[in-house]
């Protein structure tokens, strides 16, 4: 099994790049699965096929998914939510807005997930493709693990005990919905198939994050904090995939031209591969197949292109190193320039931008040391 997320700034090319990636796969003879998990579907534009919530074949080998998200939340959710609902209208809330209130924060984003594990039980598709939503709300999903941990580990069956002992005893003085034991039992096996699909995310051997962007200031700021971030988290990214580069007689290159290289070496050791600008638009399987053999070449889509951690951060008594991972590394004269969140490192006339994460924002770079293709930046 072979999972690849997309995700980048808006409008960058997620879908179209999802999509493609999923049509070249598929002529292989693989399995593949295409799942728009962005609230905002497009998927069907891009195949120019009516989805739905459940997989739908669009030609050999291929099939695709829109999650509906009030679908997958009755169908992963249904009973917790149903508690959550008399617990509102206990409280006076009327029907409809009590319905409405038993949303959670999370639980959309969580339920279209969710869907990945049932196809992982299920076994039929050889690879999931996952178009994502912008990297701002993917990092939010991606982020709730540790939260939900500490809350299953530690809440959840201290409640359900002392759940068991007072029932009776509540019971006899008001009519409060105390979770009966098969809600406790739903919330756990949801929160269990919750953290079996965050560790299938997380592993490397099977998942991988791929990053699109386009030659654009913000856009480059924005894919270098999910980068950070999303290494942090421990999902790994296997490849950089930088859409819309235009050729030298548009008026736009000499703009473009300007943050070629800083993609080049800003996720460094990954592999950066490009796609041109179209003047036509990408639709339907045989222009997503065109693009994806254009994208990968005669590389396997479903490839890892890339398994070690690119950077680290370890904090050795009290003090933080950054360990940045190069392709390639001459011994040369460095500096570090660091403002905000932005580290940026020059070695002789090669320059590099990290984006720092808040646990190093309000510390300073001290010290950096060249280690072959490692770079260790000390802060205090
Ligand atoms: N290489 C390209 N050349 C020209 N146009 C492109 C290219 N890649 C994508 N597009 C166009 O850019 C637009 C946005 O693409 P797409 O919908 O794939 O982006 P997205 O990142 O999924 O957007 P959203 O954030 O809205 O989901 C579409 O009109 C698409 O056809
Ligand atoms: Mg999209």
Same mark, same amino acid.
């Given at each position: 099994?072979?999972?690849?997320?997309?995700?980048?700034?808006?409008?960058?090319?997620?879908?179209?790049?999802?999509?493609?990636?999923?049509?070249?796969?598929?002529?292989?003879?693989?399995?593949?699965?295409?799942?728009?998990?962005?609230? +905002?579907?497009?998927?069907?534009?891009?195949? &120019?096929? *009516?989805?739905?919530?459940?997989?739908? =074949?669009?030609?050999?080998? #291929? !099939?695709?998914?829109?999650?509906?998200?009030?679908?997958?939340?009755?169908?992963?959710?249904?009973?917790?939510?149903?508690?959550?609902?008399?617990?509102?209208?206990?409280?006076?809330?009327?029907?409809?807005?009590?319905?409405?209130?038993?949303?959670?924060?999370?639980?959309?984003?969580?339920?279209?997930?969710?869907?990945?594990?049932?196809?992982?039980?299920?076994?039929?598709?050889?690879?999931?493709?996952?178009?994502?939503?912008?990297?701002?709300?993917?990092?939010?999903?991606?982020?709730?693990?540790?939260?939900?941990?500490?809350?299953?580990?530690?809440?959840?069956?201290?409640?359900?005990?002392?759940?068991?002992?007072?029932?009776?005893?509540?019971? +006899?003085?008001?009519?409060?919905?105390?979770? &009966?034991? *098969?809600?406790?039992?739903?919330?756990? =096996?949801?929160?269990?198939? #919750? !953290?079996?699909?965050?560790?299938?995310?997380?592993?490397?051997?099977?998942?991988?994050?791929?990053?699109?962007?386009?030659?654009?200031?913000?856009?480059?700021?924005?894919?270098?904090?999910?980068?950070?971030?999303?290494?942090?988290?421990?999902?790994?990214?296997?490849?950089?995939?930088?859409?819309?580069?235009?050729?030298?007689?548009?008026?736009?290159?000499?703009?473009?031209?300007?943050?070629?290289?800083?993609?080049?070496?800003?996720?460094?050791?990954?592999?950066?591969?490009?796609?041109?600008?179209?003047?036509?638009?990408?639709?339907?399987?045989?222009?997503?197949?065109?693009?994806?053999?254009?994208?990968?070449?005669?590389?396997?889509?479903?490839?890892?292109?890339?398994?070690?951690?690119?950077? &680290?951060?370890?904090?050795?008594?009290?003090?933080? =190193?950054?360990?940045?991972?190069?392709?390639?590394?001459?011994?040369?004269?460095?500096?570090?320039?660091?403002?905000?969140?932005?580290?940026?490192?020059?070695?002789?006339?090669?320059?590099?931008?990290?984006?720092?994460?808040?646990?190093?924002?309000?510390?300073?770079?001290?010290?950096?040391?060249?280690?072959?293709?490692?770079?260790?930046?000390?802060?205090?």
């Amino acid at each position: 099994m072979r999972i690849i997320l997309f995700t980048g700034k808006g409008g960058v090319g997620k879908t179209t790049v999802a999509a493609a990636t999923g049509a070249y796969a598929s002529t292989e003879g693989k399995k593949i699965l295409l799942i728009s998990v962005d609230p +905002a579907h497009s998927l069907s534009d891009v195949l &120019e096929k *009516e989805l739905s919530s459940e997989p739908i =074949k669009i030609s050999e080998n #291929l !099939f695709a998914q829109e999650v509906d998200v009030y679908y997958s939340i009755e169908r992963f959710w249904g009973e917790l939510k149903d508690y959550i609902k008399s617990l509102f209208q206990w409280k006076g809330v009327d029907e409809i807005l009590a319905e409405e209130l038993s949303v959670l924060p999370g639980m959309e984003e969580v339920s279209s997930f969710l869907w990945i594990n049932k196809h992982i039980k299920d076994g039929f598709y050889d690879a999931i493709i996952l178009d994502a939503a912008p990297t701002g709300e993917t990092l939010r999903f991606l982020s709730i693990p540790d939260v939900a941990k500490w809350w299953i580990d530690k809440i959840l069956p201290i409640q359900k005990r002392v759940v068991k002992v007072v029932r009776p005893a509540v019971k +006899a003085v008001t009519d409060f919905p105390l979770p &009966e034991d *098969e809600t406790y039992d739903a919330a756990e =096996k949801l929160f269990n198939d #919750l !953290f079996s699909l965050y560790k299938t995310l997380q592993n490397p051997e099977i998942s991988s994050v791929r990053l699109v962007l386009n030659p654009e200031k913000m856009v480059i700021r924005e894919t270098e904090r999910a980068f950070t971030y999303l290494h942090l988290y421990g999902y790994p990214v296997d490849a950089v995939i930088l859409n819309k580069v235009v050729e030298e007689n548009n008026f736009l290159y000499n703009i473009q031209k300007n943050y070629l290289e800083r993609i080049e070496t800003s996720f460094e050791p990954l592999p950066v591969l490009r796609i041109p600008y179209y003047n036509k638009e990408i639709l339907g399987v045989r222009d997503l197949r065109k693009l994806g053999e254009e994208i990968y070449k005669n590389e396997d889509p479903l490839r890892i292109f890339h398994k070690d951690k690119p950077f &680290e951060i370890v904090n050795l008594d009290g003090e933080y =190193k950054l360990r940045l991972y190069f392709k390639n590394l001459k011994k040369d004269k460095i500096s570090i320039f660091q403002k905000g969140e932005d580290l940026s490192i020059r070695i002789g006339n090669q320059k590099r931008h990290f984006y720092l994460p808040r646990i190093l924002t309000d510390k300073k770079a001290k010290e950096a040391v060249l280690k072959g293709n490692l770079l260790e930046i000390v802060f205090e």
